[in-house]
């Protein structure tokens, strides 16, 4: 008999296949809809902390979702060595201006969240939807308002988007 410590699972058995093309399309889910929450708030010394809290948020999914083959298939080493190209969520000036970057950024994620489903199970896609929400999160909170951005961290105007995104994916703000 088997004691349980001398049981390991490989979890890399489980990974996903993925296209080059599906693989940027599911990048551009959070992508998507963080730079939605960028563009409710943008400044020029917060928009380059934003991105890079968005870029360390995306370099940590692969080991905080290392169960999830979703998402482990999408950042997949061997696979982000052949690059990525992800959709680019194509906004004007009048977008930003009227208020309809979030809009099309849910539909980019509307698009990404099908995808999705087709390849994983529900838990994977809820946690595929936790990321988007989390990416999110992590670019709000990236700057603060004001000059510098040394004010509030999470601005009225990021929060309703953070709220919005939340609400259409079913997920919850861990915190803000």
């Known amino acids: 008999m088997l004691g349980m410590n001398s049981v390991s699972i490989d979890t890399h058995f489980m990974a996903i296949e993925l296209t080059s093309d599906e693989r940027n399309k599911l990048l551009g889910g959070p992508l998507s809809a963080a730079m939605a929450v960028m563009a409710v708030d943008m400044g020029i010394f917060s928009s380059a902390q934003e991105a890079i809290a968005l870029g360390r948020e995306l370099a940590q999914a692969g080991s905080r979702y290392a169960s999830n083959p979703l998402i482990a298939s999408l950042f997949d080493q061997e696979a982000l060595k052949q690059g990525i190209k ?36 529900a838990e994977c896609c809820q946690q595929y939807a936790q990321l988007i929400v989390d990416s999110c999160k992590a670019v709000a909170a990236a700057a603060g308002n004001g000059l510098f951005g040394s004010g509030e961290k999470v601005t009225a105007n990021e929060k309703a988007a953070l709220d919005r995104i939340s609400q259409h994916l079913g997920v919850p703000i861990t915190t803000v």
């Open 86 to 121: 992800p959709e680019k969520l194509e906004v004007s000036v009048d977008d930003v201006r009227n208020g309809k970057v979030l809009d099309k950024a849910l539909a980019e994620v509307d698009e990404a969240m099908v995808l999705a489903r087709s390849k994983g199970d």
